[in-house]
């Protein structure tokens, strides 16, 4: 009698026990109900709601509680079923070190949920296979060599065959040497790259044991040069690395704003035999005496630029133009121009190449150096004008003057 009694009371106590949690279960129930029925995001089809979250993903998204697309994990059991169902939210990951302890776990568990990783900051060879995108942007002590190789992590160098587009950043201040062996070993192991950035890299130390065989990158369309250091150093100048390189299939190449090595560029065009259409040049007052040899190489560009075009070479270009040299070219765009220099007379063999080649080129942008206005509508005669207007009339689009103004 007393044991019935007792075991009665004991599951009356065990049902008072567990009266908290499941009165929690129902509370956590009914709000997730409530989520359903207010929450319109959790009522579409998961195809919809996926596009929806793959939209508010930032162009590099940062691991993190309270940074997208981690946060939907935060919200509410619906929201976590849509992002861990969506395997795009995690094909991208930006990532800056020192991370503290545990990271790995972390990183790991967020690329497992991706069916490719389309960016990282930090290379880890399990996922080298993956990569379609890295960017590397290298923290080292002031005077101190960077070897990519050494900021990757990396013992040895293993291939990369899904890379296509690659960016090595480096320090404005003009700190930092650049090893190329490393950097020219990545790129020979990244047959797939179709795109390559150099972003202010001042020097780059270039050995001829680095130079004994050429790269050859057969996929390679587009190679960037970002500004270098303002110390011009032929010897050492960012671009230096094009003496390594063949890339027969490289259609837009822009050369670096200071420190640019004419007679490499010619011998690199002369080795790639590239369809180039576009063509920046940072410092084209160091090209002048190369310029018929550029134009001779590259008859398909259609976009040609130049920046710090002085007299010499303006008139040697138009003069080119004139005897139908770069014959594919539409636009044409002069920044920073010292029309100080100017005669009358280069203003019109201007409007006469322009008027020869009008059926071909349709953009001309000419921008001043310096912010004198009054020094260049001077310049402009009213014949000059007239004619240049008479073109824009016909369908030409023409820029002359400042940032702020135009001339024409």
Known sequence: MVASKWSCLWRHVQRITNLPSFSSSMSTSKLELNTAALDPIARLPLEISSQI???????????????????????????????????????????????????????????????????????????????????????????????????????????????????????????????ARPILTMLRLSPALVECIFDYIPYMLVSGADLAHTIILPALRRLSFGSGSDIVDIHFSDDEILRGLSLPSLETLSTPLFGINPGHLVEFLERSTPPLTSLTIGNASDVTSYLRQLTALTPSLTYLELHGAAFDLLDLLFQLLTENHLPQLRALHLQAVDFAAFPASLWEDILHTLSMRSSSITELTMRMAHQDESQLSSELSAEIRTGLRDLVARGMNIYVGTEQRCYI
């Open 53 to 179: 979250f793959a939209h508010c993903v930032p162009l590099r998204p940062t691991p993190g509680a309270q940074h997208v697309p981690m946060l939907f994990l935060q919200m509410c059991k619906a929201w976590t079923v849509i992002a861990l169902s969506t395997p795009q939210l995690w094909s991208s990951v930006h990532v800056v070190f020192p991370r503290p302890k545990g990271f790995a776990h972390l990183l790991e568990a967020w690329l497992d949920r991706a069916p490719f990783v389309d960016e990282i900051g930090s290379v880890f060879r399990r996922y080298r296979e993956q990569l379609e995108t890295i960017e590397i942007y290298p923290h080292t002590n002031v005077g101190e060599d960077v070897d990519i190789m050494k900021c990757m992590g990396a013992d040895t160098w293993q291939p990369y065959p899904r890379l296509t587009r690659l960016t090595v950043g480096g320090m404005i201040d003009g700190s930092r040497k650049f090893l």
